[in-house]
């Protein structure tokens, strides 16, 4: 095990590193995981709980515990690699949790953080960004706490599969509700038309213009509510409705 004292920094770019007692990285300081630079599935491998009051940079590797893999109050960049917990997979009770890059592309796939207890936990004095990467936790709780910031024009999907829920990053320009919940994200509104169960009610989240090349379909036998929500939608195309389509706008000014 290694115990990071003052505001000494920790490097661990490669090989295999494990305790046989509890925790494999503690103290303060700065603890970094992997290199920016390497490909996915490349990196070191960590075997053991990280508890540190210090900054914690994960760019590549595979991180496994028994317990909560990564916790630390100071501030966590997580942006490549694979990290299971036994507990949660990453835990912050303070500073600001960045999952991923804040660039033009998002993955849905790396890094990866996971715990049978919860993906992620965030404090009430914690900060996540949410830019990159799949969190998967049981049921309900693949994140425990709010996301404080996404990349622009997308939203947290999460999804049960009837043993746990996946969090990624979706496109966002219509949302699914059923009643006052959200159900799911949708980029078109076909998509969304597709997609939704009848009788839930579809709402842009944006004045939006749609580049669809063909007919806007409803299918028969489902009923939609398309609540304008204040917001105007333009297409060249033609809706075609074999089902229930109901138009309104909740807000006013929506066309």
């Known amino acids: 095990a290694i115990k990071n004292l003052g505001d000494g920094t920790v490097k661990i770019l490669s090989g295999t590193v494990k305790t046989f007692g509890k925790y494999v990285i503690a103290g303060q300081g700065t603890i970094i995981i992997g290199n920016e630079d390497d490909e996915v599935g490349a990196g070191p491998d960590v075997n053991g709980i990280i508890e540190v009051s210090a900054d914690v940079y994960v760019h590549s590797g595979q ?62 004095n914690a900060t996540l960004d949410f830019y990159d990467g799949i969190i998967t936790g049981p049921t309900d709780n693949s994140i425990e706490g709010n996301v404080t910031n996404t990349p622009n024009g997308y939203n947290v999907q999460k999804t049960n599969d009837g043993t746990n829920q996946t969090a990624i990053l979706v496109s966002s320009n219509y949302v699914e509700y059923n009643g006052d919940t959200i159900i799911k994200y949708y980029s078109t509104l076909q998509e969304a038309f597709t997609g939704a169960v009848s009788g839930n009610t579809i709402k842009p989240l944006k004045d939006l213009t749609d580049e669809s090349t063909a007919d806007i379909e409803l299918a028969e036998g489902k009923n939609v509510i398309l609540d304008l929500n204040g917001f105007k939608i333009l297409t060249a195309q033609r809706i075609e409705n074999s089902g229930t389509l109901e138009i309104k706008d909740s807000v006013g000014n929506g066309i």
């Open 63 to 124: 991180i496994t515990s028994k317990e909560t893999a990564i916790s630390s109050d100071k501030n966590i960049t997580i942006t490549g690699g694979t990290i299971t917990g036994g507990k949660y997979g990453v835990s912050t009770t303070s500073g600001t949790l960045t999952i991923g890059n804040n660039d033009d592309t998002v993955s849905t796939t790396a890094p990866s953080i996971t715990g049978p207890v919860g993906g992620i936990k965030v404090g009430d």
